[in-house]
């Protein structure tokens, strides 16, 4: 089975800009959950969708949302960035009762 | 307020010996732990878990111990290869699948010495 894909891998942005990630689960998996890693506050969970409606969100603000698709994909956007907002953006999917599987993230670097 | 605490940013062991990743946790809530390995330019691969009901858990070279009235967790991996050069990230849910995600530590960058 091929992994959790992540598009793009690289991304450099201008603050006020907004800008869209997108994830591609493991084939079956239902679960999509985004993760925000930086160096100074490690990974911390923004969000997690199954069978397109989102279960669960932590404690980021309202400029971070997402959605998922009929067919488990998902996207993350970030509006109005901010250069706080530079980090790496890791997706990660699972089937129930299974440990999350990640990929290999997007990197947003905001100028 | 950090509720899964990885006290060692980083940790040298010769390679074949024991490498020991140590995690703290606050929320007695916790009840399924996970430790996650880290390459640069990857995402984190998923390693080895327990539940609280347990207080060890083994998989070839790796074994977490777990110590519910200190809270604490450990990661033994024996023989330490060069392979295992990494970051280490340990993670904690609670009841219910973890409702606020997978809370992580900041993890502790593993350096296998030759």
């Known amino acids: 089975k091929a992994g959790v894909t992540q598009t793009p891998r690289y991304l450099i942005k201008t603050r006020g800009q907004q800008v869209t990630l997108s994830c591609s689960p493991i084939?079956?998996?239902?679960?999509v959950s985004w993760y925000q890693q930086t160096p100074g506050q490690g990974l911390q969970f923004l969000f997690e969708?199954?069978?397109?409606?989102?279960?669960n969100k932590g404690n980021f603000p309202g400029r971070f949302s997402g959605r998922q698709f009929s067919n488990s994909r998902s996207e993350m956007n970030v509006s109005t960035l901010e250069l706080g907002d530079s980090a790496l953006y890791l997706c990660?999917?699972?089937?129930?009762?299974?440990?999350?599987?990640f990929g290999n993230g997007t990197r947003l670097t905001v100028t | 307020d950090q509720q899964v605490k990885q006290n060692s940013p980083s940790l040298s062991v010769q390679e074949g010996r024991i490498s020991i990743l140590n995690c703290d946790y606050t929320n007695s809530m916790f009840d399924y732990f996970l430790w996650y390995k880290k390459y640069p330019a990857e995402g984190p691969t998923f390693l080895i878990s327990?539940?609280?009901?347990?207080d060890k858990n083994e998989d070839g070279r790796f074994t977490v111990f777990l110590n519910k009235s200190a809270k604490h967790l450990s990661l033994h991996i024996v023989p330490s290869q060069p392979g295992d050069s990494a970051v280490y990230f340990c993670?904690?849910?609670?009841?219910?699948?973890?409702?606020?995600?997978?809370?992580f530590g900041k993890g502790t960058h593993l350096i296998i010495q030759p």
């Open positions: 990660a999917s699972r089937d129930p009762n299974s440990p999350l599987h």
């Open positions: 084939s079956g998996h239902r679960s």
């Open positions: 993670a904690a849910s609670d009841p219910g699948g973890g409702a606020d995600g997978l809370t």
């Open positions: 327990i539940s609280s009901i347990k």
């Open positions: 969708y199954f069978s397109e409606t989102q279960r």
